[in-house]
């Protein structure tokens, strides 16, 4: 199956820090999501971006679907942006793939 | 309010029992998902549904069942033949039409295995 892989896995910032996230895959994928999991291990939605550059606030992505790649940037982080965060694919329909995740530590 | 909610949010259960964890969803979602997270992990795929009354597996599917009988639900049963059920169980849902086919997830349940 495709392999999704994310790095770094662990990360430490000073609040107010920029950090940019990756996501590689290994095989073509129809669609991309990031998620935040929370403390509380709510998934909560950041992008859905099997293409293209978006932003939303402090945070952007882009993904280069034809280098099988994709990068969240979180910019003037905080504490709250605290938590894991995943890449998600789409192989085929309907059948998703996570990778191992990032986990952020912001520090005041 | 629109959303997926899942129950209970903690379980509790003994070796050799079975126990079906609920997911509901009113989005209107042609598909929905279980998945299974232990610590530090990313999600991993149990089962998925395209349409009511079908369903796959996904890559851990063994010890677990399934059943997709409304578009609204999709409960999880998690059987005494699954060797290590302790875990964080995610359910999502998605099929917002055509190509557009983002996720969202309810809240989880916690099942441990005493």
């Known amino acids: 199956g495709i392999q999704v892989e994310q790095s770094p896995p662990d990360l430490i910032l000073q609040e107010g820090a920029n950090s940019t996230l990756r996501c590689n895959f290994s095989?073509?994928?129809?669609?991309l999501q990031w998620f935040h999991q929370n403390p509380w291990g709510q998934l909560i939605n950041l992008f859905y971006?099997?293409?293209g550059t978006k932003q939303n606030g402090r945070l952007s992505a882009t993904t280069v679907a034809t280098e099988r790649y994709s990068l969240l940037y979180i910019s003037s982080s905080q504490t709250t942006d605290s938590g894991v965060y995943f890449c998600a694919v789409e192989v085929g329909f309907n059948k998703f793939y996570f990778g191992s995740g990032t986990k952020l530590n912001v520090k005041p | 309010d629109g959303g997926i909610t899942q129950s209970p949010k903690y379980l509790f259960r003994k070796e050799g029992q079975n126990v079906t964890l609920s997911c509901e969803q009113n989005?209107?979602?042609?598909?929905m998902y279980w998945y299974r997270q232990d610590p530090g992990q990313g999600l991993r795929l149990i089962y998925y549904s395209q349409i009511v009354n079908d369903f796959q597996k996904g890559d851990i599917a063994e010890g677990y069942s399934v059943s997709r009988e409304k578009k609204e639900s999709f409960p999880l049963t998690v059987t005494s033949a699954q060797k290590n059920p302790t875990a964080f169980y995610l359910c999502?849902?998605?099929?917002?039409?055509?190509?557009?086919?983002?996720?969202?997830f309810g809240p989880g349940t916690r099942l441990t295995v005493l």
């Open positions: 095989d073509s994928v129809n669609n």
């Open positions: 971006i099997p293409s």
């Open positions: 989005l209107n979602h042609d598909a």
């Open positions: 999502a849902s998605s099929g917002q039409g055509g190509t557009y086919n983002e996720q969202f």
